[in-house]
């Protein structure tokens, strides 16, 4: 019973919030998808006008339903760029939890969401087993960027140049329990996220090592769990309150003033999707608590630590340009406090792309299901990378750096994929 009046009030919410649409066809004009399709079904208006009749539809045809609204990066440039500031983002995640209580999760949705991804004991023995898988069934694309490729062809992999897991994740890397100098008197939280701590470590001991210099005291608890974007953009929102309540229950063991994250989505996440999914929860006290504590590094770095910034120095042969993540400039308004992390390294002279904040087609599961589309939309990512004549191309999201190391070893280039905070980090042994 308590189902159906929570899909009665989330269908009462998006038939208020679609009235406010007045399909002027703003958001044709940024979205990425639609400039590569052309196709009116792939743009927010087209997306708006089909939910409109969403009840009837949903009976209808709810699985063709579903798959038009997939085709979406969540990217926000339609909800950045509306006049009407329409909410398209909470719209959409909206409509699929709508669908998908009425269809249900597909087997394979069920295996990976509730059967590996909502418990990180689970998670991490499967991935530990698939650094193993990965020896036999890839094979190396490109040493130089550290980039493989699948060894036999199939769907998911062919043609994808793609970062292997570690093989030492984050969390087998480092105590658990670091309280580190509080010098500064601040003490921060660290919320690793799943990409992190799998795929790049050696960002995560960035952050350590910086917060570290700089006195700040550092609680990482164990056993912390994905943030909930997969599962709350697939529509399974058990999965997704599952996920939030753990979090919550391992960082309430310790108090903190910040909680400091290196991805842009799992900051975009806990930040903004939390509340707003869990507006009539229980949780909703604590998960506002949390929401208001939580900063992306660059962000905290700039603005709460203090760093000595500097400027670009004109006269230094290595060059690096930087990548907006989509959550972080256009969801959370961060773009100027990574590049200040750049500067402060003298060693580099930071070189703007064209459309730095456009997206770069990667989206999360988007590139799993639509890899065609998502390859070409990396494609003018890479053209305006390549065209500033750079060595090294940063980003604040690791799912960003996964599609971009793509795009470049696929091209057979050399420029070397960081994020920010490993650049800040280079600096610590003279400053």
């Known amino acids: 019973?308590?189902?159906?009046?929570?899909?009665?009030?989330?269908?009462?919410?998006?038939?208020?919030?679609?009235?406010?649409?007045?399909?002027?066809?703003?958001?044709?004009?940024?979205?990425?998808?639609?400039?590569?399709?052309?196709?009116?079904?792939?743009?927010?208006?087209?997306?708006?006008?089909?939910?409109?009749?969403l009840a009837h539809e949903m009976f209808k045809d709810p699985k063709g339903v579903y798959k038009r609204l997939t085709r979406c990066l969540f990217c926000g440039s339609c909800a950045e760029n509306c006049p009407s500031r329409v909410s398209i983002l909470e719209i959409f995640i909206k409509s699929r939890m709508i669908l998908t209580s009425f269809m249900g999760l597909?087997?394979?949705?069920?295996?990976?969401?509730?059967?590996?991804?909502?418990?990180?004991?689970?998670?991490?023995?499967?991935?530990?087993?698939?650094?193993?898988?990965?020896?036999?069934?890839?094979?190396?694309?490109?040493?130089?960027?550290?980039?493989?490729?699948?060894?036999?062809?199939?769907?998911?992999?062919?043609?994808?140049?793609?970062?292997?897991?570690?093989?030492?994740?984050?969390?087998?890397?480092?105590?658990?329990?670091?309280?580190?100098?509080?010098?500064?008197?601040?003490k921060a939280g660290f919320f690793v996220g799943c990409l992190t701590d799998k795929i790049f470590p050696g960002v995560a001991k960035a952050v350590c090592d910086v917060l570290d210099h700089h006195g700040v005291g550092l609680f990482i608890p164990e056993g912390q769990g994905c943030c909930g974007a997969p599962a709350l953009t697939s529509g399974d929102r058990d999965t997704f309150e599952r996920l939030v309540n753990l979090n919550l229950e391992i960082f309430d063991k310790q108090e903190f003033d910040y909680l400091v994250t290196s991805c842009a989505?799992?900051?975009?996440?806990?930040?903004?999707?939390?509340?707003?999914?869990?507006?009539?929860?229980?949780?909703?006290?604590?998960?506002?608590?949390?929401?208001?504590?939580?900063?992306?590094?660059?962000?905290?770095?700039?603005?709460?630590?203090?760093?000595?910034?500097?400027?670009?120095?004109?006269?230094?042969?290595?060059?690096?340009?930087?990548?907006?993540?989509?959550?972080?400039?256009?969801?959370?308004?961060?773009?100027?406090?990574?590049?200040?992390?750049?500067?402060?390294?003298?060693?580099y002279r930071l070189q703007e792309m064209p459309e730095a904040d456009r997206c770069c087609?990667?989206?999360?599961?988007?590139?799993?299901?639509?890899?065609?589309?998502?390859?070409q939309i990396g494609k003018r990512k890479l053209a305006n990378i390549l065209s500033t004549g750079c060595s090294m191309v940063a980003t604040g999201c690791p799912a960003c750096m996964i599609q971009i190391s793509d795009m470049l070893s696929r091209s057979q280039s050399k420029i070397i994929v960081k994020h920010p905070v490993e650049i800040y980090a280079e600096t610590l042994n003279y400053i």
């Not at 969401?113 to 990965?134: D, K, M, Y």
């Not at 903004?272 to 229980?282: A, F, N």
């Not at 340009?321 to 990574?338: A, M, N």
């Open 265 to 347: 989505t799992c900051a975009y996440t806990i930040k903004r999707l939390w509340p707003m999914m869990l507006e009539r929860s229980d949780l909703k006290d604590r998960v506002e608590k949390m929401a208001d504590k939580t900063m992306d590094i660059n962000q905290f770095l700039v603005s709460k630590v203090g760093i000595k910034t500097g400027d670009s120095n004109s006269n230094q042969s290595v060059v690096v340009t930087y990548h907006d993540p989509c959550h972080l400039s256009k969801s959370l308004g961060v773009s100027i406090e990574p590049r200040a992390l750049i500067k402060a390294n003298p060693r």
């Open 106 to 186: 597909s087997s394979a949705q069920k295996l990976i969401l509730r059967g590996v991804l909502a418990s990180p004991e689970t998670f991490n023995r499967f991935l530990a087993w698939s650094i193993w898988a990965q020896r036999l069934f890839t094979k190396p694309a490109d040493k130089f960027l550290g980039t493989s490729c699948a060894r036999f062809a199939s769907p998911l992999l062919r043609n994808r140049h793609f970062m292997p897991l570690a093989e030492k994740p984050f969390h087998r890397l480092l105590p658990v329990q670091r309280t580190g100098s509080d010098r500064s008197g601040i």
């Open 361 to 375: 087609g990667s989206g999360g599961s988007f590139n799993l299901q639509h890899y065609a589309i998502s390859s």
């Open 1 to 53: 019973m308590n189902d159906i009046k929570e899909l009665t009030l989330l269908m009462k919410e998006l038939e208020n919030q679609l009235k406010i649409c007045m399909r002027c066809g703003m958001c044709q004009a940024v979205c990425p998808v639609f400039a590569e399709t052309g196709r009116e079904a792939d743009v927010a208006r087209g997306k708006l006008a089909l939910l409109d009749g």
